[in-house]
């Protein structure tokens, strides 16, 4: 199917695309986060702001909106942008489908939305992420191997965003080909306030289960620091514990030898936010067909498994 945007963009200047009276105005941008307080979207928003200040984009005016978590209030952020008519809305780790009706209204306004590890929905410029199947697939069956194939683990999993729910539904099938392996306990970690939850919540398992804890599969680092920092207040030591994001000081964590972090996974996020402010000056600015540019509507980046082994190569 043919981009909705790529005749509309292409047929017109920016400068007409944004009611304004010549191309030398300001570009004005909504950026809408899912949360804000997450370190992966702070690493995207900081690859965007560098590509910015190399490439001299002082004319480009970026107002950031939080949604602090809420999907309600990621859809009223982009229902807000629609309505002030600005020239391009970006959406970071939001789940789209619960904002099905404000990405309509920036469809009808003529206003292209870029999204990032969003998951795609029609309406959408593209939306640009890794592939969440193939992280999970590395990262979990490494866990369990790691664990000889048999212990008990705890199943961090957070449904509200696709990213991480495809990551834990991969882990759930993998699960079945270790029958020796007992989840002693699963939760849903509440993503208004992520790293709190799954502190109380760790605590309450290391209290409960004790040293029958030998694993912790987590959705992403964060949490993966949170449930190492409740086991070790409990003193509990000698438990493998992954995330999935490869943060700087995740990988620092996974390469200290005594450390519970045995891997996560490398995700390029500022890579993404360069690679959306290359998109928006190619379609917005220079007003070549999306298409053109756009190899698909979800383009993957590569991002490799990081362990003991070879952590050194990602400080």
């Not at 981009?3 to 950026?31: C, D, M, T």
């Not at 390029?268 to 928006?280: A, T």
Request: proline content about 3%; hydrophobic content about 45%.
């Amino acid at each position: 199917m043919k981009n909705r945007f790529a005749g509309r963009i292409s047929a017109v200047s920016v400068a007409a695309l944004l009611g304004f009276a010549g191309a030398a105005q300001a570009l004005e941008i909504a950026w809408v986060h899912s949360n804000a307080a997450a370190q992966s979207e702070q690493r995207v928003k900081a690859g965007f702001e560098a590509w910015l200040a190399e490439s001299g984009k002082t004319d480009w005016n970026i107002s950031f909106l939080d949604s602090a978590g809420s999907g309600e209030a990621t859809a009223s952020n982009i229902q807000d942008a629609a309505n002030r008519g600005v020239g391009a809305i970006i959406i970071t780790m939001s789940d789209l489908r619960a904002s099905r009706a404000a990405i309509d209204a920036a469809v009808a306004a003529g206003i292209p939305v870029f999204s990032v590890d969003s998951g795609y929905i029609d309406g959408v410029v593209v939306d640009v992420t890794t592939n969440n199947w193939a992280m999970s697939s590395d990262v979990s069956p490494y866990l369990l191997d790691q664990l000889g194939g048999q212990g008990n683990i705890i199943f961090l999993r957070m449904a509200e965003h696709h990213g991480t729910r495809k990551r834990g539904d991969v882990m759930e099938d993998v699960l079945k080909e270790y029958p020796d392996v007992k989840v002693l306990a699963e939760h849903n970690i509440d993503y208004t306030a992520f790293f709190e939850d799954t502190s109380r919540t760790m605590e309450d398992y290391a209290a409960r289960f004790g040293s029958e804890i030998n694993a912790v599969w987590a959705p992403w680092d964060e949490p993966a620091q949170a449930a190492i920092n409740a086991l070790t207040a409990a003193g509990i030591t000698g438990v493998k514990v992954i995330g999935i994001d490869g943060h700087p000081q995740a990988v620092a964590e996974v390469c200290k030898p005594d450390s519970m972090m045995i891997a996560t996974v490398s995700q390029p996020f500022e890579g993404m936010g360069k690679q959306v402010g290359q998109w928006i000056e190619e379609i917005v600015v220079n007003g070549k067909p999306a298409d053109d540019v756009i190899p698909s509507k979800t383009v993957y980046m590569d991002a490799p498994l990081v362990t003991k082994k070879n952590c050194q190569d990602f400080m």
